[in-house]
């Protein structure tokens, strides 16, 4: 294989530096990590061996390399990291004046002056990323005609950087997280669904082995797990910014609020414990944090969605049906590994819980894009408040300031509220409202997690 550098890009073709220094916390002095503010995103090397596998891949074996830099991802569309892309132009040595431009998604963990710094660090979610793209999607997401579940790797080193092909050059793309999915969309995301989770099961029967003893070095809870420390601060924080909004509801009136915050405080005590492995129910692979920056969708020309890709991962026939036939394309009987019953028994204990998961996460998802970039890129300093002690006043300035973060937010918890209304034992309820599958109705996000999370080993 040729490899030739011909020439350097801005700021030399190799990385982007940044002249600020950012401060290190007490404790990190002697840690080495890779700080975009004093040295490369990548090292030359690594570029190379990235590049390099790509092309091995696309079969073009021999190429000049022209040039290559590293850049940065100005828009927040990520919480729990730094964001870049590898940018590089190579040619065929046959053909030097026709270029070929390859970009890759690069991630870093957040700066160490950011909060979310150390909660990384203590619940590792950054390793855990990597250990899943370096070790059990490659076994577990075997390749064949529906490979395209996640983006390939092509660098993952553990605390340090991922490096990710970029799946918008192979015409897939980001839809408006405020915008709800129509039915074309959720039918899209469901049948992806149902594949990636099929694969833990045919994983799981033809080696007889669980997941979760077999790759047990990367199937804990990161986000919320069974422990003390940032992670409860950060749950208790979820919570009372919920329940705030909660009294923001104008469909509901004061009692009804009451007994609405009740609940959901109640549902939430032991809400860590239900993201444990199902002692009952099947466990799978999960994405673990589905909305709508984590999804790609590719469209036809007509702008129909194609196919969806999952990234950083009550249509229940549609979900059933696909997955049946992924276990038929391996050869085995949905009817013996996972029968309808099991599957809407699972539905039925869950689905409370994955919809409260749902209206957990998404006043943070849905920040308008300002201030999504105030406290998780400009001022982290901020941050603090916002993640471990009291989501209010930012989620209810959203709500006051933002017609479309308050008519998505109050969806959510009237979905929510409708689940659980029956509950109070007054026989007080909000008028049903029914998810229908003939498009007539779009889908908030929050829904998704009663999928995702059934079988939440990740």
């Known amino acids: 294989m040729e490899i030739s550098v011909c020439s350097v890009g801005p700021n030399g073709g190799r990385s982007i530096q940044r002249s600020e220094t950012r401060k290190r916390r007490d404790g990190d002095?002697?840690?080495?990590?890779?700080?975009?503010?004093?040295?490369?995103?990548?090292?030359?090397?690594?570029?190379?061996?990235?590049?390099?596998?790509?092309?091995?891949?696309d079969s073009m074996e021999d190429f000049s390399l022209i040039t290559y830099e590293v850049i940065p991802i100005d828009e927040v569309n990520g919480f729990m990291g730094q964001y870049f892309t590898l940018k590089a132009t190579v040619a065929s040595p046959r053909s030097p004046l026709e270029t070929k431009n390859i970009n890759f998604f690069t991630k870093v963990p957040p700066p160490m002056s950011s909060p979310q710094y150390d909660f990384i660090q203590q619940y590792g979610s950054f390793k855990k990323e990597v250990?899943?793209?370096?070790?059990?999607?490659?076994?577990?997401?075997v390749d064949g005609l529906d490979k395209r579940y996640v983006p390939?790797?092509?660098?993952?080193?553990?605390?340090?950087?991922?490096?990710?092909?970029?799946?918008?050059?192979?015409?897939?793309?980001?839809?408006?997280?405020?915008k709800p999915f129509d039915f074309e969309h959720c039918k899209i995301l469901m049948k992806t669904l149902a594949r990636f989770h099929a694969k833990s099961l045919i994983f799981e029967e033809l080696y007889q082995k669980s997941l979760?003893?077999?790759?047990?070095?990367?199937?804990?809870?990161?986000?919320?797990p069974l422990k003390g420390g940032r992670a409860k601060a950060m749950f208790d924080a979820a919570v009372k910014g919920i329940v705030s909004l909660i009294g923001l509801m104008p469909?509901?009136?004061?009692?009804?609020r009451k007994a609405f915050s009740a609940k959901v405080t109640e549902l939430c005590v032991d809400h860590a414990n239900k993201l444990l492995p199902?002692?009952?129910?099947?466990?799978?692979?999960?994405?673990?944090?589905?909305?709508?920056?984590?999804?790609?969708?590719?469209?036809?020309?007509?702008?129909?969605?194609?196919?969806?890709?999952?990234?950083?991962?009550?249509?229940?026939?549609?979900?059933?049906?696909?997955m049946t036939r992924a276990l038929e394309e391996a050869g085995m009987d949905i009817t013996t590994v996972f029968p309808w019953s099991d599957f809407a028994a699972s539905i039925d204990d869950l689905r409370?819980?994955?919809?409260?998961?749902?209206?957990?996460?998404?006043?943070?998802?849905?920040?308008?894009?300002?201030?999504?970039?105030?406290?998780?890129?400009?001022e982290p300093e901020l941050l603090e408040n916002v993640l471990y002690v009291d989501r209010t006043p930012l989620v209810c300035k959203q709500v006051e300031d933002v017609p479309r973060y308050k008519e998505r937010m109050m969806d959510a918890l009237l979905e929510l509220y409708d689940h659980v209304a029956d509950r109070f034992g007054n026989g007080d309820r909000y008028t049903k409202r029914i998810l229908k599958i003939d498009g007539r109705k779009e889908t908030p996000e929050a829904y998704f997690y009663v999928y995702n999370y059934l079988y939440h080993q990740l």
């Open 29 to 57: 002095a002697n840690k080495k990590m890779r700080n975009p503010g004093t040295e490369q995103i990548l090292k030359d090397e690594e570029c190379f061996e990235i590049i390099r596998k790509k092309l091995t891949k």
């Open 131 to 141: 250990a899943l793209y370096t070790t059990v999607f490659p076994e577990v997401l």
């Open 152 to 178: 390939e790797c092509f660098l993952g080193l553990e605390d340090d950087v991922i490096v990710l092909e970029d799946m918008a050059h192979s015409g897939y793309e980001m839809t408006d997280k405020f």
């Open 212 to 224: 979760h003893d077999e790759f047990s070095h990367c199937m804990q809870e990161t986000l919320w």
């Open 251 to 256: 469909s509901l009136n004061e009692t009804q």
């Open 278 to 322: 199902s002692m009952k129910h099947k466990n799978v692979l999960c994405h673990g944090d589905l909305w709508a920056n984590n999804i790609l969708f590719k469209y036809d020309n007509d702008g129909k969605p194609l196919e969806c890709c999952l990234i950083d991962f009550q249509l229940a026939r549609i979900y059933h049906d696909s």
């Open 352 to 378: 409370v819980m994955c919809i409260t998961h749902g209206v957990l996460n998404i006043p943070i998802m849905l920040l308008e894009p300002s201030a999504a970039s105030k406290y998780f890129s400009d």
